[in-house]
C-alpha cells in the first residue's frame, strides 16, 4: 500500500463570495460538481489514525450536496466548506488501521475502527460539559474536513471507535458500516425520552427513519410504531418494524391518545405542522431532518395545552457507538437490515452520485464495499 | 353569613353557533359583557368546600376573556365554556372554608385554602400517571367551570390546598393570593430543567414573567435573568430579580455563549422567532403566553445544529403549592412583590375589568380585597 | 350470584400486643393460620366496584404472610394489618364488575378489569404530586385491606383499569392477571433508567425477576442480560430472557466494564454486597425484595469513586397499567410466559398456601383460575 | 522565574508491598511524612500549561494522606499513589500561565487559571459518555499526580479553565481557589435532584458541606437547609446559610414529612443509617465524604416503601468551573464565605499540615497565598 496518494472522491463547487449565514453550504456555493482524483496524503498528525477504507454509507446529505437547488445553490443545508482543491465527501465508514500518529496509543495496525462523523474539538464550553455533539468548533467528516469516500483517510484517533468483534463477519462489517445514523436514530430515540408502552411516529424511511422505528420497537419498548413514506421501495424496508405504514399520515389510524413521540426525518417539516392536532398529552417531536424551510405549528393552543416539546437534534451522544456495537453482537439490533444495495467501488459509487434518480431516491441505505 | 345566594360577577357572551375547535372561546363566543349578580347557591357536594373568599387576583385571561378581538369574538383563546346563565370569571385566589361537603375529611370549617386552577379529573390516564395539568377532563376554575369572583364560592377539596402559616398576616394572604401563578411559573422554570448558571431571558413582566424571573434567580441559581417589557411600569417591578431590562430584545447585551432559557409570558410568539439564534446549545424554549397567531422558527438549521428545544406549557405540576407555601414562608420566595394594586370589592373589580386601560394594561398583579 | 355473602381465603394470626414498628407485620403478628370462610358482603361503597374475580396471582408476599419465622412471627416484612376477624389476602388479579357504586361513571357491568395493589388515597403530597406508589395512607391491596383470594370483592373504581381486548382469549386473562407484578417490574427498569446496550444483572428469578429480565430485553434495549436463580426450575424460565443464567453469581461471566443496572428482586441483599465491585461507573442498584435483614455495602469507596446508587422501590408508577396491556396486545411482551402452573378455585389455592412446598418454592408465578 | 527547580510540597510513604486493593492508599502505604524539597521542572508537555501558583486551598484529604490510622497506615482511603521520589499534594487551587506547551492553542502566558481534581484521559468509555468525573483512567491531582502545593506546577490544558474577571481582584482569586470544592459540592446538589421547596440535610460543615448548604440555599431553592457539625467553631459559618445548625441530629427539629435530600460530607456513614427512617418518600441521599467504613442501612423496609435512593459521587461534572465563574460574578454565589484562614507561603502550609490540631481540625477552608 503506497502511502504517498489516493484515489478520492471529491467535490468541487464555486464560492459565491459574501454569504451571511456562513455555515449554511446553500448560501455559499454554487454548481457543485464530482470527480475521482488521486491525492497526495499529508504526512499523518500525531493523534491520528490513517486508514485503509473498506465500507462507506452513502447518505442522503452527500446527495444534497451534490445536487443544486433551483437558484444553482448547493442543495444540503447542513454545515460545510469546500475549499478551493474540492471537498472529499463521506461521514459514514469503516477502516483498516494502517498506520498510527505518533502520540496515538488506543489503537493497533490491522483495528478496523468506525470514526464518529462529528469530529469534536474536546476544549469547547459543549465538549467540555460532555455535549460533544454540540460541539462549538465540530467539524463535521465529508463536509468541514475531508472525509471518508477514498481508499485511504486520515481520522483522529480521539473520534475513532474499534467495531470489536463485528470485524469477524461480512454482516458485522455491514452493520459497523452504519453505526453513523444508527447513532443519529439512537438521539432522536433517546432525547425524546421515548418509553415502554408509547406510541411513535416518524416521518420518513430513510436509513434515519427506518432505524427510529427500528429502535422503537427493539431498544425502547414502543407499543406502536407507524412510518410515513411516499416510496413504495422503502415503505417494503419499514414494514419489518411498523405496525402501520402509509404514504402519507392521512393514510394511518390514529392510535387512542394519540401518538406520544413523533421524529421528523424526511426533511419536510410540514409534516410535524400536519399532525400536531394528533399528538398525545407530553409528546414530543424530533427534527432530525433538514429541509431548509421555516417551522411553522399552528396549533400553538394544542401545544401549550398539552405541554408537547419540539427539539432539533443532530448527531449523537458521546459513547454510544461502542453500546451500538455491543447491541449488534446481542442480536438485539440488526443494523444491516436498512441496508438495500451494496456497491464496489469509488468509480460506482460516482456514478450513483451522479445519476442518484437512476438508484437512490427509492432506496434505503447504500453500503458502498472499497476493500476487503 | 346567608347560605342562599351569593354576589358574583358574571360573564355573559353570545355562543355563535357551530364552532369548529370547541376549546377555544374566542371560536365560539360574541359579544362579551359582565354583571354583578346575585346567585343562588346550589347544595355543596359531597367532595366540594365552600369557601367565603378572601383575595382573589386578576389575571391577563380574565381581562382576554371581557374584550373582544376585531371580529367581536371573545380575545382569549385559552379554552372556556360560558353558559347560558353566564359564568363566574376567577381562578386564582384564596378563601375561608365555611361549609364542608360530606365527604371530605382533610378540611376544617375557618381552614383558609388556596384553589388550584385546573380542577382535574383524577381518574383519565393523564391524572392516573401524575400528569394532573394534562387532565384530559380539565375544568379550568373560572372558565369551564364557575370560579372565585365571588362572595362564596365552591371548590373540590380534591384542588384546595390549605395554607397554613400563611394565614397568620396581611403579607402572607397577598403571597397565598399569588399561589396560582406562581405554580405556572414554577412549571416554566421546572419543565425547561434551568440549572445553576445559566442565562435566562424572560419575555413580558406580567405576573408570569416577573415570577419567572423571581424564580429563575431564587430558587434555580440562574447566573444572568434578563427581562424583556414593554411597559416602563412593569420594567420598574421586573429590576429587582433581572441583570438588564429592556423595551425590546434588540437592546440587550446578548451574552457569550448566548441564552440557556427563554421563557415566553407574554404571548407574542414572534420574540422567539427574532431571538431564536441567540440561544445557547442545548437551550430551551418555554411557551406560556397564548398569543392566537401560529408559532413560526425561522432558524431551523439552528435549531437542528444546536439541539434547542420548544415546549408548550400550563398550569402547575402536581404538589407545588405545598412546596411554594413553604417557599414563602421560608423567605426565599416573596412573591407579594408582584402585586402592583391592591383594590376592594367586586364592584371595583367589575370597573377595572370594564375598563381596564385605566388601570390594568400596565399593571403587575391586582389583588382584589373581597373579605377579612 | 349471591350478593350476600362470597367465600374468601382469610388470614388470621395473633396479634403481640405491642408492635414497635407498627407497619412491620412480623413483628405484630404471630402464629398466622388460613381457612376458607363464607363472608358477608358489605353494602357496595359508591366509588367502588364489586367484581367476580376471575384470575389470582400468588405473590411471594402471600407466601411469607402464611410462614413463621424462626421466633413464631409472620415471616413477611411488608406492610400489613391483620384485624380479628382475619384479612382476605390477595393483591394480583381480575375480575369481572357485577356492581357499580353509585359515583362511579367509568365502568359498566360486564367489564373486565385489574385492581392496583396500592391503594392510594388522591389526597396526601405524595399523592398531590403524582407519586402514588409512596402514597402516605397506602393501604396495600390483600394485605391492609381486603383482597381478591375470594369469589367476590370490591375494590376503588379509582384504582381499577379496564383491560381491554386481553379480556378476548384465555391467554390474554392470563397476561392481565400477572399486571401487577409487571408494574412493579416496570417501575424497576424505569426508575434505574435502563438504557440501550447497558448490562443488566437481575438476582432472584420469581415472577418479578423474571419479568425484569424480560422488560431488560423487551423493552429497554439491554445488550446483556444475566440472571442469578438458585432453582434449577426457574433457571429454565430466566433461559428465555437472559444471555446467561446461573445457580450463583460467581459462575457468571462478568461483563467487560460490568454491570450497569443490578436488580435484586430475591430478597437476600447480600447478593448485593457479593458483586458491588463487579459494578460499572454510573451503575444503579434496585432493591424490590424484603429480607428484613439491613443493607450492607463493604465496597464504599467503589461507590463513591464510580457514582453508584443503591435505591428502594416499591410499586408501580401510575398510569402503567394502561402502558402494559397495550404492550401485552401489540406482542411485545409476552406477560403469560412466567405462568409455570395455573390451578383452579380457592381450596386448592389454600392447599398450595398451607403446603408450598409441594410446588410453589420452585414454581415461577402460579395463576389460580376462580370463574370463567 | 528560573524554570530549572521550583520549591514543592511533597509527601513520602513506605510502600508495603503487595496491596491488594491498589487504587486504595491507605492498604498500601505507611509511615507518611512531608517535607518541603526543591524538584527540578521537567520540560513542559506539549498539552500542558506550566503555572506560577497563586492560591492553594487545604482540603481534609491532604490532611488525611499526611496522617496515619492506627495501624500506621495512610489515613485517607482516596485513590493514591506515592513514587519513591515522593508526591507532591494539593489539588485545589490557581496558578498563572508561565509557559505554554506547544500544542496548546487557547491559553496565553498570564491568563489565570484554575486546574480541575481529577484529570480525565478524554478516551475511555466513561470520557467518550461525557462523565469525565467517572473516567477510568483518572488521575486524581495531587494525589495519583503531583499537584499544585509547589511554587509552580504543570497541569494539562485540557483541565484548565480561565477564571476570567475573577482575576480582578483579591476577593475574586479567593473564590477562585474555592472552585474545586464548589465544584463538588454542586454535583450533589445536581445528581440529588435538589429542586425547589425541599429540605436538606448536611453532615459535616466543611468545605463540601458548607458549600452544599449554600448552593441549597442559593442555587436550588431549598425551603429549609439544616447542617450537623460537631465543631463549634465551624458552625457559625454553616448558620449564614442553614435554617438549623446543630451539634448532632437528635438536636434538629425534624420537617414535617422528613428530609428529601441528605449530603454526607462528614466521612461518618453512621449519620445516615441513624436519621434513615426520617428521610421523606423519593429522598435521595449522596455520599461523598470517604471514612473507610462500610454502609450500613437498618431501615432497608423503609428505604423500599419510600422509594430512597443513595448515591455515591466524587469530582464534579464537566464545565461547570465555567458555571461557577459565572455565578461568582453575578454575585449569586460568594464562594470565599467559606474561607476561614488565610495563610501564606509553602513552609506555613507544612506546619500546618505537621500540626494540624493547632488550627485546621476546627477551621473551614485554608487558603494559601504562594504569589501575588
Chains 1, 2, 3, 4 share one sequence.
Not at 402501520?244 to 413523533?262: F, N, R, T, Y
Request: charged share 20%; net charge neutral.
Amino acid at each position: 500500500m503506497d502511502s504517498g496518494s489516493t484515489c478520492s472522491l471529491v467535490l468541487h463547487a464555486t464560492e459565491t463570495g459574501d454569504g451571511e449565514e456562513p455555515r449554511q453550504a446553500n448560501r455559499r456555493y454554487k454548481d457543485p460538481r464530482i470527480a475521482l482524483e488521486q491525492r497526495t496524503l499529508q504526512p499523518l498528525h500525531p493523534g491520528s489514525l490513517r486508514l485503509q477504507i473498506l465500507r462507506v454509507g452513502l447518505c442522503g446529505t452527500d446527495l444534497h450536496m451534490t445536487q443544486r437547488d433551483p437558484l444553482g445553490f448547493v442543495r444540503s443545508s447542513a454545515p460545510a466548506s469546500i475549499p478551493a482543491q474540492g471537498r472529499v465527501l463521506g461521514h459514514e465508514g469503516i477502516g483498516r488501521v494502517i498506520a498510527i500518529g505518533a502520540d496515538v496509543t488506543r489503537f493497533r495496525v490491522g483495528d478496523i475502527v468506525a470514526p464518529e462523523s462529528v469530529l469534536s474539538c474536546g476544549a469547547c464550553r459543549c465538549c467540555r460539559s460532555g455535549a460533544f455533539n454540540q460541539c462549538l468548533d465540530a467539524r463535521l467528516l465529508g463536509m468541514e474536513k475531508d472525509g471518508l469516500f477514498a481508499a485511504i483517510a486520515d481520522v483522529p484517533a480521539r473520534s475513532a471507535v474499534g467495531i470489536g468483534r463485528l470485524a469477524e463477519s461480512e454482516r458485522g462489517l455491514q452493520m459497523a458500516a452504519c453505526l453513523e445514523p444508527a447513532g443519529v436514530a439512537l438521539l432522536a430515540c433517546r432525547k425524546t425520552q421515548m418509553a415502554p408502552g408509547e406510541r411513535v411516529l416518524v416521518f420518513g424511511a430513510g436509513p434515519i427513519g427506518l432505524l427510529s422505528a427500528m429502535m422503537a420497537r427493539r431498544l425502547h419498548g414502543a407499543a406502536q410504531v407507524c412510518v410515513v413514506e411516499p416510496s413504495a421501495y422503502r415503505r417494503e424496508f419499514a414494514a419489518a418494524w411498523a405496525d402501520q405504514v402509509a404514504a402519507s399520515a392521512e393514510a394511518l389510524e390514529i392510535p387512542d391518545g394519540g401518538w406520544d413521540v413523533v421524529v421528523e426525518a424526511s426533511g419536510a417539516l410540514a409534516n410535524v405542522d400536519a399532525v400536531f392536532r394528533q399528538i398525545a398529552p407530553g409528546g414530543r417531536v424530533a427534527l432530525l431532518g433538514r429541509g431548509g424551510q421555516p417551522l411553522r405549528i399552528g396549533a400553538v393552543d394544542h401545544m401549550i395545552t398539552n405541554a408537547i416539546s419540539v427539539m432539533g437534534l443532530r448527531g449523537h451522544l458521546g459513547g454510544v457507538y461502542e453500546r451500538l456495537i455491543d447491541l449488534c453482537l446481542s442480536g438485539v439490533l440488526p443494523l444491516d437490515r436498512i441496508v438495500s444495495t451494496t456497491i464496489e467501488g469509488l468509480e460506482r459509487l460516482r456514478s450513483v452520485l451522479e445519476h442518484p434518480d437512476d438508484i437512490a431516491g427509492g432506496d434505503c441505505k447504500i453500503v458502498v464495499k472499497l476493500a476487503d
